[in-house]
């Protein structure tokens, strides 16, 4: 560098292209031009919701009164073929990249890491978004609701924020990084690339109102800080994904109205939809799903309190979707009061088909099913979800609906969400545009995909998508503009083929035909049978044709095979949990001990989650006590489990939410100038906990045989003496709030102990050679 000449000071900028004078005066400027859209660009608003059935809105047959979508429908367009993944985080990747899901790293929901390009967990870096691509040309970016987009482990405030939405192309952000909250009491709430502290929310919040405000708050100052720049707004619910929980006013007026059950809505579903258009008049309704560990009983053979605790879970499902459309009413008066509605592309649509992880028999609490469906534990009781009855739908139960309710939301088709026959990925899907549609309540029926509504907005946006990005090449997009058919319902098809992967179901269309699977967890792949239906006749799949078209089952046979090694889809998941489990080895860094000192914001769920996972665990408490003192000392959960150790009266007390199920321990006295309070919890197996509270090293209490806490639960991280939001106690709660602590205390200290001798950490290597066998 000793050669370089010395910068001449007075040398122009080298890239400066106008004249320079002496003073400002006698020199001409020449300002570089930020991105601009095009004078009178059009807005755009993606609205997704979550787990919603292609039944599920008034427009597309439903009893559910959603008036603001069917607005949209009568001055928009419907589409209904159209089709996405059969699960949330697969189907936001490709929406937001053209790419199918495997390809842009989310071929499963974020919550595993097991270390294949497809299973990243991550957008790939090289993936070109819609975010950045509208930012890019002079759109604002904006985004509120569900991201479900970057793996748990990054959650926390160490990051890394790689694949978190600002830094994916969102100028703005709100909402939950996760797959789904209480909403009611979120867990943890995201601000652009931070968490919202939150102690206490008020009684009446609800979090797609939230959202509402936010999304019209965003739009708002845009448009007070320019005049005429359009805005890109993702808006991305998290209803009506479980848990079932909405505002009482919303569930009363749903009251009674699904007590003749799931068969008769589905029928009534059926004819509405002939009766619109948006299914074929020739289309059957097959029979209830009965596909081994996929069945559906009638609802005339449910005894009674079934089928009142059953429809009670409907009617809080109702109720959310009601509120979906009062929210969609609420941003359009805002957007109309702003002269902004009619130049604004609105697209709604589900992220994938209703969803079964309600099981056979629903739940008041979900985390307690999610376990169930990894293993027999015993805990599911219509006795106690019955007795929770009235709570269903409120804070303090984390409801969802059986599988036969997700099959009337499905209707006319089969299966659910995860699956790959249509019930899994066919859903409705609306564009409304009135200064740039001319259509008015039409229909159209070609095949598309959600890979084609990135080049579909490039195109009528008239947005170029590059090729490249930070000088890589981009991968190509899976997808094709359909903005054709917007105006001319004579436009065929632009996605005349397309592979389905999930969980193990597999699926490939071509040309109208369909093969498709239903695969069974720990069995061979090989013994799958696969079934064969012309869609263009058989839209319902009601009639196999496996037998009579060999040839063409085995055509798409092997081009679900030639897709799969080409998009990343392979090592497909053989059922025994090996997914979930297998872990990058420096994440075991989350397990060492740690001290927490009193202050600090809530530790994120996952991290915290790695202190107590399957596995024994100490909890010391560093304080100085004195008579009088109280409040929270440490609580780790909400309502849909966990535990807390707190101070009242002078006695130090214990509670263990198992699900719902609360066990409450008075520990007894204290003792002035107590100084340490040490919970150790043993994990003997068999999914239990055993306690024991000593107190200055004396033992005061032992609680055996406690519900261990897994499956996502506990759900809320630790708090030190506080226990803000969804309360591990409501009885507690009730009381005193989230009882900040009153006197001194220092911190708490986390110290992680042995696995359970049947945690799945200690089976990784008997879980893969099990699984060789299912190949």
């Given amino acids: ?143 509120v609701g569900k991201w479900h987009l970057c793996k748990d482990a990054d959650l926390s405030e160490a990051g890394p924020r790689v694949s978190w939405p600002l830094q994916k192309g969102f100028e703005r952000y709100y909402g939950i990084l996760d797959g789904f909250t209480n909403y009611h009491q979120p867990h943890r709430l995201y601000e652009d690339n931070h968490a919202v502290h939150v102690d206490r929310y ?104 079934r089928r009142e605790l059953f429809a009670r879970y409907m009617e809080v499902y109702a109720a959310m979707v009601d509120n979906v459309d009062q929210n969609l ?73 059986p599988m036969g309710w997700a099959m009337a939301s499905g209707t006319p088709f089969r299966l659910y969400k995860i699956n790959t026959h249509e019930g899994g990925h ?44 930070n000088g890589r090449p981009a991968p190509p997009l899976a997808g094709r503009s359909f903005a054709a058919s917007l105006a001319d319902p004579a436009v065929p098809s632009t996605h005349t083929e397309q592979y389905y992967e999930q969980i193990g179901h597999r699926g490939y269309y071509r040309d109208g035909w369909t093969a498709v699977t239903v695969h069974q967890p720990r069995t061979p792949f090989s013994a799958d049978t696969w079934e064969l239906h012309h869609l263009e006749r058989d839209p319902t799949q ?49 397990a060492r001990p740690v001290r927490i000192e009193a202050g600090t914001p809530t530790v994120e769920r996952w991290r915290a989650l790695q202190l107590i996972d399957s596995r024994s665990f100490e909890v010391e408490v ?26 009242e009266d002078d006695h130090l007390h214990h509670v263990h939410n198992a699900y719902g199920d609360v066990t409450h321990t008075d520990c007894g006295a204290l003792a002035d100038a107590t100084s340490s309070i040490v919970m150790s919890v043993e994990a003997p197996g068999q999914l239990r906990w055993n306690v024991e509270i000593a107190v200055d090293g004396a033992r005061v209490a032992r609680i055996e045989d406690l519900v261990l806490l897994m499956a996502m639960a506990p759900f809320e991280g630790i708090d030190v003496g506080i226990d803000r939001r969804s309360p591990v106690s409501w009885e507690l709660y009730e009381r005193r709030g989230p009882f900040p602590y009153s006197g001194t205390l220092h911190a708490v200290r986390y110290v992680p102990g042995e696995y359970a001798p049947d945690a799945g950490a200690r089976w990784i290597d008997f879980l893969r050679e099990a699984g060789t066998r299912y190949e």
């Fill in 1 to 143: 560098m000793d050669d370089v000449a010395p910068e001449d000071p007075t040398a122009p900028y080298a890239g400066f292209g106008g004249r320079v004078g002496r003073v400002f005066a006698t020199s001409e400027p020449d300002w570089p031009r930020d991105p601009t859209a095009p004078a009178g660009a059009p807005n755009v608003i993606v609205m997704v919701v979550d787990d919603l059935g292609f039944a599920d809105l008034g427009c597309y047959g439903s009893e559910i009164p959603t008036p603001e979508v069917d607005a949209l429908a009568a001055a928009g367009v419907r589409y209904t073929n159209f089709h996405v993944n059969p699960m949330c985080s697969p189907t936001r990747a490709s929406l937001l990249t053209g790419l199918d899901h495997h390809m842009a790293g989310m071929g499963h929901v974020a919550h595993s890491d097991p270390g294949f390009p497809g299973y990243a967990m991550r957008i790939r870096d090289d993936a070109v978004t819609l975010a950045e691509i509208f930012r890019d040309n002079g759109w604002a970016s904006l985004m």
């Fill in 202 to 305: 008020p009684d009446d919040y609800y979090f797609t109102d939230d959202l509402t405000d936010r999304a019209i708050a965003m739009i708002r100052e845009l448009r007070s800080s320019h005049p005429t720049k359009p805005f890109f707004c993702y808006f991305a619910h998290g209803a009506v994904h479980a848990p079932l929980q909405a505002k009482e006013a919303d569930i009363a007026r749903h009251r009674g109205a699904y007590d003749e059950g799931w068969d008769v809505i589905r029928e009534r579903r059926f004819a509405r939809q002939k009766e619109l258009g948006v299914i074929s008049p020739d289309a059957v309704l097959p029979p209830r799903n009965s596909e081994p560990g996929h069945e559906v009983r009638a609802w005339d053979e449910l005894d009674p309190r």
């Fill in 329 to 401: 009413g609420r941003l359009r008066r805002a957007l109309e009061a702003m002269g902004e509605w009619d130049n604004t592309i609105v697209v709604f649509t589900s992220d994938n088909g209703a969803s079964r992880e309600g099981q056979a028999d629903g739940t008041s609490a979900y985390f307690r099913t999610l376990l169930v469906q990894a293993r027999s534990t015993g805990l599911e009781s219509i006795d106690v979800d019955h007795a929770r009855l009235d709570l269903i739908g409120g804070p303090r139960t984390l409801a969802h609906y």
């Fill in 426 to 469: 066919h859903v409705p899907f609306i564009v409304h545009w009135p200064a740039g549609l001319a259509a008015r309540g039409e229909i159209r029926t070609p095949y598309q995909h959600v890979t084609d509504l990135m080049p579909t907005l490039a195109e009528l946006t008239g947005i170029e998508i590059p090729h490249e990005k």
């Fill in 542 to 590: 009601s009639t196999d044709l496996a037998a009579e078209h060999p040839d063409k089952l085995a055509e798409l046979q092997q081009a679900w095979e030639e897709a799969a090694w080409a998009k990343q889809v392979f090592p497909l998941d053989e059922g025994t949990g090996l997914k979930m489990i297998q872990r990058p080895p420096w994440r075991d860094e989350l």
């Fill in 622 to 647: 560093e304080l100085e006590w004195h008579p009088g003192d109280e409040g929270v000392l440490v609580a780790h959960g909400d309502q849909g489990g966990g535990y807390v150790l707190y101070v």
